[in-house]
């Protein structure tokens, strides 16, 4: 719930929204085909290793076979036996060599015939396999040799190294390395034997025991780290995820930066400082002297130009950001007519157009003291017109807000007045200073009876409540002429139209060096 009330468009949030959006399907993405990889590799590490075992065993099996073929010839004469032994070593594969042993040792080998070799079966792991460096007689290469036990005394084959490293290397992995361990002795794929155990590769590594002969396989990788290896087999799909999270990344960017509903328009144009205040002169009503100005608001949007306020204030106050839009407004104001007061006359009269939603709470109040405390006591009046068409609801805690608004010396303008149905009741309540004349009734002076005679009703009725009055929409110099004298301030596209704060205090102090062409009747009078 939170999350959706959240503003992402604004550019921090929006930023970390691109960001998380991008970091998180590559992380998740990356992370994901990473262990995919190395659960890969774990696979073929030990399918290497199991294969491995099996060819070793299919190979001790031929071994076997051969040393309990030639067991019944144990006793006999090396002599007598010796075409037994050849031909089994060149009938049974891998058999390198055949050798019988009695009580005495070593006494018959398939190469060399009649011998007198030590026998050693404690070397022998479990009595069966053993790992040799080699044979000063025979072979200066490692070999496996195989012990089989008999009635009386023992057969020993002996296994070439060049069919263990093909076993290894054809079992290999990619980028891995496969050992045979026997005992206390390891061979690897080059043929090394080693009496200790190796620094074994930590990366996929498996050890498989065999079920039915003492030895083992180990099979691991050698990689100088798997991401790079995986980078090497996987590029494509870590470009292409690379890609994909860009993409989405880039189109949250693209969407949270796209105008959204017309809150968070609003929302955006108030950051971006893009409500700017226009400032209207209001005359006296006797002499047609500048006597202050009321603020109104433009929407400087930047692709569709200077927006009108009725456009977007309705929006502004149906969501409630009318609030903050016009505090800013009146921060504006106050910062740049503050530097202009010397040029101002005494008692400027400074009118800003407050909706009924903000005078529910107690910021305008706050507001209003910041605006006042960037001038000389005195200096300016400040004013809030509330128009008529919006009547405030009189309860407890609006009208205390407009009593400490008040002694503040804040004044209040009941605008539009003569469209509404306000009351004398009301307009006592709330302690109204000024009405407002509607400039529908102005626009009428000099065309028809019935509304000069409702103005001059309303001018009646203010004098009589001793309100001050001020008339808006005054386009001509009839309507100001018959308002002469019967009204405080005049107001209308006769003495000036809205123009931008700055142009304005220009033309209010034509002396200052920076001054802008008047358009203005009144200021240039
Ligand atoms: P409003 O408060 O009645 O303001 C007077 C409107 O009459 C202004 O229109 C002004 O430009 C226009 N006007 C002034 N003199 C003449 C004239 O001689 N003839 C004619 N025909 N019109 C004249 P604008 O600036 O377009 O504002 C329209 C309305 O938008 C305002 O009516 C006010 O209700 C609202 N508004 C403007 N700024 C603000 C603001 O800051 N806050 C709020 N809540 N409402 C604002
Ligand atoms: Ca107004
Ligand atoms: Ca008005």
Redesign the pocket.
Known sequence: MFLFSLDLSRPGRRLLSAVLVFALPLSVGLWELHANYLRTLDRQSEQAATQAVQLMEVMLDHVEEANRTVAPLISHPCQSNLLTLRKQVALVPFVRTLNLIDENGIYCNSVMGKVSWQDEPDTYHEGFLRLLPGHAELSSQPMLAVRTESQHGAVLSTIDREYLKMILTLSAPHGGEVLLHVGEEWLDHLGELMGREPSLPTLANHSVQSRRYPLSIYAGLVLPSSWHSLWQVRRVTMLMLLGFSLGISLLVWWLLGRPGSMEGELKRALRAKEFVPYL?PLVAGEGGKVMGA????RWQHPSSGLV???LF?PQAEECGV?VPM?AR?MQTVAQQLAGWQDKLPDGFHIA????AVHCRDFSLLAQCRAFLSHFLPGQVVLVL?L?ERELLVADPHTLSLFRQLDELGVRLAI??FGTGHSSLVYLQQFHVDYLKID?SFIGRIGTESLSEHIVDNVIDLGSRLGLALIA????TREQAEYLKGKVTYL????FGR?VPLRQFCRELAPSTPAKAPCTSLALCS
């Open positions: 209207q009321e603020v109104l608001m009108r306020p009725d204030i009318i016009t407004l800003f157009n407050i909706s017109e128009t605008d539009d400039k808006e929409g005054v386009e107001q209308g596209y006769l809205p």
